[in-house]
């Protein structure tokens, strides 16, 4: 764990594979095939990444059953690999394994159900399904306002993927509403330069820029690039996404 958040993946991958060549016991080796899942999904080694989550799943069924709560975060992990990959339909086969989980383990305002729901409307925004996405996204939505209080950064991410659908689906006004609420909250919670308020200027400088008004849309814009450049190395995509962004703009001024 410590070599991971120190970001020596390499030597912690090394040190994971030698203890599974050392261990007998069966719980231990799913754990290790998991945490192995999980390092290769970060180093976008993604056929890697699900056979090592399968082999944990395979042990861990050998003893629990299929709706047990602890399987949730396999299939989890499983769901958010296919979807990095682009198989939306098992992403959604397994995320739907995950909130069926939750639903029995779980009441049903409890956060880690939100999760679930905003996890398979995020499937479906990635398909251009965003009527559907919008119904997840809402479920979730609902359940993050009775459960969290009114300016946690939880209820910004809700708002600004609504805000997406909305902003995909054409309508900029509505897009806008709720870009605005989501910014509204992370102006309050978070620290100035922190990169969920690129997110949010970036946001609401591309929906002016759909909506045609240059001159808004280049000054949410130019918020979001120095955030982003304290934050992320030069070539990072993001980077030339905003800048691209903010040079578009000034050649339609």
Not at 39 to 50: H, P
Request: charge should be neutral.
């Amino acid at each position: 764990q410590l070599l991971l958040k120190i970001g020596q993946f390499n030597k912690a991958e090394e040190l994971h594979t030698a203890l599974l060549e050392q261990t007998p016991n069966d719980s231990d080796k799913a754990h290790i095939y998991y945490m192995l899942g999980m390092m290769k999904n970060d180093k976008g080694q993604y056929t890697e990444a699900v056979s090592f989550y399968e082999m944990s799943l395979k042990i861990k069924q050998k003893t629990l059953p299929e709706d047990h709560p602890s399987l949730g975060p396999t299939y989890n992990n499983i769901a958010l690999v296919y979807n990095n990959m682009g198989d939306y339909s098992k992403a959604l086969e397994f995320y739907e394994k995950d909130l069926e989980i939750t639903k029995k383990a779980l009441p049903s305002n409890h956060p880690d159900l939100a999760t679930s729901y905003n996890n398979i409307g995020g499937v479906y925004v990635d398909m251009g399904d965003y009527s559907t996405a919008l119904k997840f996204y809402e479920k979730a939505h609902i359940i993050k306002v009775k459960a969290l209080p009114s300016n946690h950064p939880k209820l910004a991410t809700s708002y600004n993927n609504i805000g997406e659908v909305y902003n995909n689906m054409g309508d900029y006004s509505t897009a806008l509403k709720f870009y605005e609420k989501s910014l509204k909250i992370r102006e309050k919670a978070l620290p100035s330069n922190h990169p969920d308020l690129a997110q949010s200027y970036n946001n609401i400088g591309q929906v002016y820029n759909n909506m045609g008004d240059y001159s808004k849309a280049l000054s949410f814009l130019e918020k979001a690039l120095p955030i982003l450049q304290k934050s992320l190395p030069p070539n990072h995509r993001y980077i030339i996404m905003v800048t691209n962004s903010i040079d578009n703009v000034k050649k339609k001024m």
